[in-house]
């Protein structure tokens, strides 16, 4: 999930780093595999759910009829101490065990570090024989260094009709590595202030912005040790919604905004393709074969609110936002159109 997380990272020109051994734990059965990749992967998927709800809005006026703005726009998504571990209590598990003989344990998630590694095991009984297989738990963002979550597309806004405009957000699908993302969004904004008979004169406008982003990430690997197979994949689809209520002056230069709003979202995390155990697995399970073992669903239903100021000098302008919710995070973008 290292890896999927780092799709975002992509989007900024980030490397991506080496992958994690999350399909490791298939040798511990599926169901144990599938219970702490739910811990591991959903501060992530949570995270890129709000991320992905940033960026749609700079003010709350919206584009005269035919025009236009092409924008850049760069977001950073701030981690707290809580989204960086999880516990893990071998009492939940069926086969999982600490090597150090721990049976509560904090261990990193997507966005943190085990320091020093940990190691888990699985034990596989036949009679009175049993066979040990060890492994180590993988790492998250904080292993390289990396406590925050970047992100940038590309995106514009036209004006429709009156008080309304059309937004459209992209990131082209490109691979690097075994890594393959891509983006897109489209969003509404409607000024209701446009109504208003002394519209023009009115100091301040408020508007109203439905937005949608979705995201597709998919990383290819093999593993010939603990586990071999083929079309060995995890895929991620990523849904986010953003419902915002929104204020703005009106100078011709320098603005101010603000809003309140909630995000919504979901996301898939398929593990995908053929796996076989080599050793480890459970002799109860029946077979050591499996086909698209697992899905971490991720599900997100929160309030936000933002402030954020403005500045315009003829076709150039440039914004900059602070996002207050169970991720905060920050915004900049730089604009070019009339």
Known sequence: MKK??????????VSTVAQENLED???AGI?????FATGYISPGAEGMIHIMANGWVQTAETKKPLRFDIS????????KKK???FTVNTADYNNLKFRDGSTVKEVATTFGENDPDVFVYSVVRNGEDSEEVEFKLPQGLASVNLNILPTAFLQARLGIFKGTEVKLRYFPKIAQEEVKVGLFGAGLQHDFTSWIPAEKVFPVAISGVVAFTNVGASYNFTNHEIVSGENQHFDLKLNSWLFQLQASTKMRVFNVYGGVGYVSGTSDFNVLGNYKVNAGIPLDEMTNQFKDPFTVKTKVSD???TLGANLRLGFFGL???YNLAEFNSATVGL????
């Open 4 to 13: 999927l997380l780092f799709v975002l990272v992509l989007m900024s020109g």
């Open 25 to 27: 734990l298939i040798a």
């Open 31 to 35: 169901e144990d595999a599938q219970r």
């Open 72 to 79: 850049i726009v760069g977001n950073a998504g701030f981690i």
């Open 83 to 85: 989204h960086q571990t």
């Open 303 to 305: 309030m936000r609110a």
């Open 319 to 321: 914004n900059l936002d």
């Open 335 to 338: 604009h070019f159109g009339i």
